[in-house]
């Protein structure tokens, strides 16, 4: 596609249930790397892929949180078990493999446990 | 200490000024920079990267990288009201991990 894209733009959720995330990044881009923003703040690292190997999952916050990209295209990033702290805009971003970490981001996923 | 720290500002400037971020980093391996623009409910989106000592001129917009004093900034000439927002430092560590530690931002307001 023209640009990264995420699904849904917006989710609404009950506190328990388990949510997921879909990313679709640029065409072509190897790499893919899964952020959470709050407000007023930068993005905060979660993980990320090249191809479909998690090369780097330090960043998730604990066993609830997990992420794949079974093909090395699309990523699903899955909450099981949501908690309101979960409330969040997750960012999606892809890059090149040419050695430049340039990342483009997809518009988010804004996320709200109740 | 966090790993990329950056001023929250506001930073106000009047238009037709010079806007000058600044971001300090820890990692002294540090290979990569890079420089983010995002406007409030938008995603962040690259201004511009700088990977060696000196400057890195595009446009109204310079990149200025110290490695020795673990120093990046970005000089934006002539501002203008649409260049108010928020700007993202971004580090890439040493080696192969492709994963940029991020700053939280400095928000800019160019007065008209």
């Known amino acids: 596609g023209a640009g990264v894209s995420q699904s849904p733009r917006y989710k609404v959720t009950k506190r328990g249930q388990d949510v997921a995330l879909r990313c679709d990044p640029i065409?072509?881009?190897?790499?893919l790397y899964w952020y959470r923003q709050a407000l007023g703040q930068g993005p905060e690292f979660l993980t990320y892929f090249n191809y479909e190997a998690q090369q780097d999952k330090s960043g998730l916050p604990n066993d609830r949180f997990s992420a794949e990209r079974p093909e090395g295209s699309i990523s699903t990033l899955t909450i099981q078990r949501t908690e309101q702290r979960d409330s969040a805009m997750y960012r999606c971003?892809?890059?090149?493999?040419?050695?430049?970490?340039?990342?483009?981001f997809g518009p988010g996923t804004r996320l709200l446990v109740l | 200490q966090k790993e990329v720290e950056q001023n929250s500002g506001p930073l106000s400037v009047p238009e037709g000024a010079i806007a000058s971020l600044n971001c300090t980093y820890s990692?002294?391996?540090?290979?990569?920079f890079f420089w983010y623009r995002q406007y409030s409910g938008k995603s962040p989106e690259l201004i511009m990267f700088i990977y060696s000592n000196g400057d890195k001129e595009d446009g109204r917009f310079t990149a200025q990288l110290n490695k020795a004093s673990q120093y990046v900034s970005l000089l934006i000439r002539d501002s203008q009201p649409s260049d108010s927002a928020t700007y993202l430092c971004?580090?890439?560590?040493?080696?192969?991990?492709?994963?940029?530690?991020w700053g939280l931002g400095t928000s800019l307001a160019v007065n008209p």
């Open positions: 990692d002294r391996g540090s290979q990569s």
């Open positions: 971003a892809s890059s090149e493999t040419s050695g430049r970490e340039t990342q483009y």
């Open positions: 971004a580090v890439k560590g040493a080696g192969n991990n492709r994963k940029l530690i």
């Open positions: 065409s072509g881009h190897v790499s």
